[in-house]
């Protein structure tokens, strides 16, 4: 019978790694932000151990403390999510109905204003054409 290695659950470059994904930040972003080149980080992800030190500078980088880092399990993300409980995208019965929105509303605010300004411009120049033509009569 052969059995293999499980994976050992403290494996901190494991977790730093699985955090940054989260958080949507790029190993050569999170190089940059400690000094440090991306191969660097990529051998820090791939370490079972860290120094405190260091631990600490990538912590800040990713906006989480050490502890949470040292502690990260993929379980508790997903119980996290699970458990999450927003009412306000749901309606009296609990569940979800909600559409997402697939555009910035400001990117949309400034659309709008841009369209109205325009809009302006052409009723101006369209009344300059008037008072022109009524003077020329």
Same mark, same amino acid.
């Given at each position: ?13 494991? *977790? ?32 079972? @151990? ?13 906006? @989480? ?11 508790? @993300? ?58 020329? *009569?």
């Amino acid at each position: 019978m052969e059995t293999t290695a499980k994976p050992s659950t403290n494996h901190i470059g494991r *977790k730093i790694s699985r955090i940054r994904e989260l958080r949507g930040i790029k190993q050569e972003t999170l190089a940059s932000e400690l000094g440090v080149s991306q191969q660097s980080i990529s051998r820090m992800e791939q370490s079972d @151990v860290l120094e405190d030190d260091i631990l600490e500078k990538i912590a800040l980088v990713l906006g @989480v403390t050490s502890e949470a880092i040292q502690n990260f399990s993929e379980e508790a @993300v997903v119980n996290y999510f699970n458990t999450f409980n927003d009412n306000s995208f749901s309606n009296s019965n609990g569940t979800f109905h909600a559409s997402n929105c697939t555009f910035n509303p400001l990117d949309k605010l400034m659309e709008v204003i841009e369209e109205n300004r325009k809009l302006y411009e052409r009723l101006l120049q369209a009344e300059k054409e008037r008072n022109e033509f009524l003077k020329s *009569k």
